[in-house]
């Protein structure tokens, strides 16, 4: 693990860092917010998952979550997107290939070589957060995420209830079966047969079985790609009949960027430390 | 005023605008941010002049002041650092020409067809918000901003006591006189003659008589920019000199770059909205 940059800010530590990832392929970057705390204290995690096209620059930079994590004493990682450089294969379209990896591993050729974002945000980039940030306590880790990365930290913590004791999303893709940014990315990575997608949907992993202690999403009302993509009825739906404890809330006027995300990263950010420090 | 951009952003709304500047001869683009407020309300305004190389967009994205402006009340423009286009010269550095209009009115050729920015800040923009926003108080402007928009903050509130009630900084450029950054740009702009500098350098002003209420300015303790080119110190001076109420605090730790500025900057909005609602 390379630093690339530090900076102090709102109290704490605000570094980007690479590693080569072996689950990759690739070099892989991602941000860590470390709050100033006292010596051998031990700091619950938030994991930030996020969108198409972005890398973990963008909510590093307008994220807005400092303050909070600062406050509530909270380590805050944001990983990349998708692996990069010149030996992978990418698409036309922003909502595949590189800047989209759905936090899935891919089965399809040529995606399949270095497209594992799933086992990276599940197992390796853990241990390598673990090995550089002793005072991380990986005992106690949050998730949430944005767009296709509420998708990622749904499906995450679904198929992990063991690894994260609280999650939430903004705007997320909630049933990538349902969607065309779904159907185009997991068809891409995953093949053409749907069964193989349930692994990666979160309303298809409730139906399933999978279960969560609670949730906090919130959605933005004048979000464009609410109808059409995210969807978030569904998981209503399927947290309803689940009995999953779901707090949806619709925020009216809001639309899908960062404006909106800043808007309430901090509170999530009191949420998950609320129920880490439990 | 044509709108770029409009976006729902913590219970307030955050624009993007474009004009047709007379002052710069170019179109000019800034951003204001609005808070929610009730029909016939007028708020304060805060002013954030930005430094070498931004546009209104760093401020905009990386700032984190809208949470403040909210909870406060206040107005926060962006405006831009200098005219741009394909007719407008340029230097080959990133501290001269566009993106370093210093806050002058130029006087040597080339430059002084369009870099009029003290004119455009001090007059012409103020004129287009009045007339935008209704809601806006211009009875009741405060002003700051960061390095080279530090000094334009402290010299436009310098030579403009009635028409700022309020004026801080983030690592301003106290002294363009006495530093690389300062000689090249007014130098350029101004030609050599120094006396013509004093109008727009801060501790000039000073002692030449121009007097402030009071002055907020935050500079960070690692800013690599700080021995060669800001120069707290002389500020301090200065004002103590003057007797000018100057709270300069020294910040461990913290760089010249927006992971320091918003740290500060929410403190700053509510300071200003203190006295600007006295």
New interface residues.
């Given amino acids: 693990m390379e630093q690339v940059s530090l900076?102090?800010?709102?109290?704490g530590s605000?570094g980007v860092y690479t590693h080569q990832s072996k689950v990759t392929g690739t070099p892989m970057t991602f941000s860590v917010f470390v709050p100033d705390h006292a010596p051998g204290a031990k700091l619950p995690m938030l994991w930030y998952l996020s969108g198409l096209t972005c890398t973990h620059a963008n909510v590093t930079?307008?994220g807005?979550f400092?303050?909070a994590c600062a406050e509530h004493g909270v380590i805050f990682v944001a990983p990349d997107t998708s692996p990069r450089g010149d030996d992978v294969p990418d698409d036309e379209g922003y909502d595949f290939g590189k800047g989209a990896g759905f936090y899935v591993n891919a089965t399809q050729a040529p995606w399949a070589t270095h497209f594992h974002m799933r086992d990276y945000i599940e197992s390796e980039l853990p241990a390598v957060l673990a090995a550089g940030f002793p005072m991380a306590d990986m005992a106690r880790q949050g998730i949430t995420g944005h767009s296709m990365g509420g998708h990622g930290a749904l499906t995450i913590a679904l198929r992990n209830p063991g690894q994260f004791r609280s999650v939430s999303a903004f705007a997320p893709i909630v049933s990538p079966l349902n969607c065309p940014w779904g159907e185009k990315a997991l068809g891409g990575y995953l093949g053409p047969d749907r069964a193989a997608w349930r692994d990666y949907d979160a309303c298809a992993l409730i139906e399933d079985g999978a279960r969560l202690p609670e949730l906090l999403v919130d959605q933005?009302g004048?979000d464009n790609f609410l109808a059409e993509q995210l969807k978030t009825h569904l998981l209503a739906e399927a947290c309803a009949k689940a009995g999953i404890a779901a707090t949806i809330r619709m925020q009216p006027?809001?639309?899908h960027?960062?404006?909106?995300i800043?808007?309430y990263l901090?509170e999530h950010v009191a949420w998950h430390a609320t129920r880490l420090k439990a």
């Fill in positions: 900076n102090r800010s709102h109290g605000q930079e307008k807005e400092r303050a933005g004048a006027g809001y639309d960027s960062y404006y909106f800043s808007s901090a």
